[in-house]
């Protein structure tokens, strides 16, 4: 689905008519991750953080969702005819090794994971991030002689020597020939077949690091046009570039920025600082997630946002203390429904907002949100915001199935999946 000729009127009436005929409810599917030892040590504390969910994503189809972890371990679930999801396959993608040059570790930790958007039916691919070192791995069943079938997992190319900072984001191109790796400063162009070579897009070093001003946080290839990209800031801005004007992209074409902050001072930029963004699956909108809001914006309006959605209002009277205990640093994730009607970002105390972005709703809202809590049936797990935040339990990674109305979250070491309730639909609706 790409959209480039509807206007906005058309486009709300259409978002209008969605949200009146499906309904924003959420049922709680199913549960993965490890239980906790409630009377572990400090070996067991060390032992948790290790297995803290680091990413998550669902492959094109939505039959697989792959889980990293901050142990460098790989856990691949996948679809059955229920909707749950089970174990497929686990691999260790990274391991932990020691950087001679800065005297520095390199960490296993999973920063990112990515499906290959061309796999087949007979094999997969999918691409895996630490700090340092992209992966590209190939999945695939084997059948052996005795009708056993057995899921085969093999590194397939390592992508390293490309960045000096920490890798945060890799995407594939919608050509499926090429990918970007983006550090803090510099975003890298591959080919997916050569792990020898890499060309510089964007390069925001300066001359003199006393001068710099900004870092990469995130970055995203268009879902349809190969030739587009965005990147966010720790600025709170997303440039677009178009590797068409030119080879190196360090001169945008398109700029995103919100200049109507209602916060100024010394949290501003903190608060402003981008953790995700992404294209929408149609290709016309881009979200960005900062601390506070998430933006959606028209890439064709620069000018403003086309909706600010605010759920973190109840934190600003708290950012002095967010700020000592360093949780004014957290990166939320954000992600887009498989028609580009909703978004889903997470937040403290294991919540979660699914937000109506588009459309007009009573009361003169401009944005329907709905919140949830993430935990198991049976638990009594809500907090009353304005006496209640607790940032040890906290949605940070999401997912949205592709096709199908279900999500993923990674909130420490357990993840969820959630399922719309469909029960109040209306009727079936397409989305043009």
């Known amino acids: 689905m790409i959209i480039t000729d509807v206007n906005k009127n058309d486009w709300e009436q259409q978002a209008n008519n969605y949200y009146t005929n499906t ?145 945060n984001s890799v995407s594939f191109n919608s050509d499926g020939q090429l990918f970007i790796s983006t550090d803090d400063l510099r975003i890298n162009l591959w080919d997916v077949n050569t792990s020898t070579e890499t060309f510089g897009i964007v390069d925001i070093k300066p001359d003199n690091m006393d001068d710099l001003v900004e870092v990469i946080t995130c970055s995203d290839f268009h879902p349809q046009h190969c030739n587009v990209l965005i990147y966010a800031t720790s600025k709170g801005i997303v440039r677009m570039s178009d590797m068409r004007a030119s080879a190196k992209c360090d001169n945008h074409t398109k700029e995103f920025e919100d200049a109507d902050s209602e916060l100024g001072g010394f949290f501003h930029e903190l608060v402003s600082t981008i953790s995700d963004t992404h294209f929408s699956p149609c290709g016309r909108f881009l979200v960005s997630r900062d601390y506070l809001t998430m933006k959606v914006w028209d890439t064709r309006m620069e000018k403003e946002p086309w909706k600010v959605v605010k759920f973190h209002d109840h934190l600003i009277p708290r950012l002095c203390d967010l700020y000592e205990n360093d949780c004014i640093f957290d990166k939320f994730e954000c992600s887009w429904s498989g028609n580009s009607m909703r978004v889903l970002t997470g937040s403290y105390n294991n919540n979660f907002y699914i937000a109506d972005i588009f459309g007009d709703f009573s009361g003169g809202e401009s944005t329907s949100i709905n919140s949830f809590t993430a935990a198991r049936p049976g638990v009594v797990n809500q907090y009353d915001f304005s006496s209640q935040l607790d940032c040890s339990q906290k949605v940070v990674h999401t997912a949205w199935h592709p096709e199908e109305d279900i999500i993923a979250l990674g909130a420490n070491d357990f993840g969820y999946l959630y399922i719309r309730n469909t029960e109040n639909d209306t009727e079936e609706m397409e989305i043009v």
């Open 23 to 167: 309904g924003n409810n959420w049922e709680f599917s199913q549960m993965f991750g490890e239980e906790d030892d409630a009377s572990s040590s400090e070996i067991s504390s060390e032992s948790s953080e290790e297995n803290c969910i680091s990413s998550l994503t669902f492959d094109q189809s939505g039959r697989f969702l792959a889980v990293g972890y901050n142990c460098g371990q790989v856990v691949v679930l996948t679809q059955q005819n229920d909707q749950t999801y089970q174990l497929y396959t686990e691999f260790k993608s990274h391991d932990s090794a020691f950087d001679f040059l800065t005297s520095m570790e390199i960490e296993e930790k999973i920063n990112m994971i990515k499906w290959y958007p061309f796999s087949n039916d007979k094999a997969q691919r999918l691409m895996t991030t630490n700090d340092k070192t992209v992966k590209l791995f190939k999945m695939w069943e084997h059948s052996s002689d005795d009708e056993r079938t057995d899921v085969i997992v093999r590194p397939w190319k390592t992508y390293e020597g490309g960045h000096v900072y920490n890798i």
